[in-house]
């Protein structure tokens, strides 16, 4: 099945990861799947019949759109391809298309992600963004690749603090298409996370970002990562979020005392992480599996 078909698929209105998943799981192959009627698979999911109707007469516009693509260097990868990501398996919602800006590497799927509040507590925004670029540097230097979402704050610390490691590598995932680097001010930053990693987006190129599309990032955030760290957020928030997905997805989850979010994460069983006692290199080696 060809990138074009999978593509054409996760364009359908209302269809997701889980949908499409059980199609796969009731249809048997990709192929099958493209190859059924319309009213079937409105009557598989539930979804609109004319949901499906246009599917296959997108075909020609979404070729010239992937050709464009490959010229910006822009990859897309599909769950057929080996550079799919290990761990996005593990979601019941995996995104059948994935764009990418940069590079992925087997080294990746030994991650840490690093998130939190866009606008830190600001009696100790310094000394939490000092501490926050060491710890994702330190991790970083023991060869743990750094996911976070490019946002304000915490995540533009965490990768900043991965790209000063010697060798960094960092993953930032956007609740945007890749022609939209959001905030704007960051697109700096952006194009010193592609050389040294990857800009990764499920969302179509041209979409600009949008609550719904920030939610749906936070549990590629968490599934991408062995350990969610979170150093400040919230209760709700986007990072809090983040840590209830990987919860969820049994990965080992840490948070910073002292602010809503994390305390609530720690009274629900998150490890504490105290800055001031943390030893980053001993976090490091068990993260690894080195203990």
Known sequence: MSKLHWVALSRVHGLGGARMRELLEHCGSVEALWHAEPKTLAALTGLPLENFSALYRSLDEIAHELESLH???????TPEDEQYPVLLRDLRDAPPVLYLRGSLEIRDQWAVAIVGSRMADPG??????AWTRQLAHTLAEWGLTIVSGLAHGVDSWAHGGALDARDGRTIAVLGCGLHRVYPKHHRALADRIVARGALLSEINPNAGTCGQFLMMRDRL??????????????????????????LKLKRRVLAVPGSPGTDKLIAEGAERLEPMRADIDDLARSVLGLE
């Open 124 to 129: 100790y925004r310094d000394q939490k963004m």
């Open 71 to 77: 010229r910006e260097g822009i990859a897309v990868i």
């Open 221 to 246: 955030i968490a599934a991408l990562s062995q350990a969610v760290i979170v150093i400040e957020a919230g209760a709700p928030s986007g990072s809090f979020d983040t840590a209830r997905h990987a």
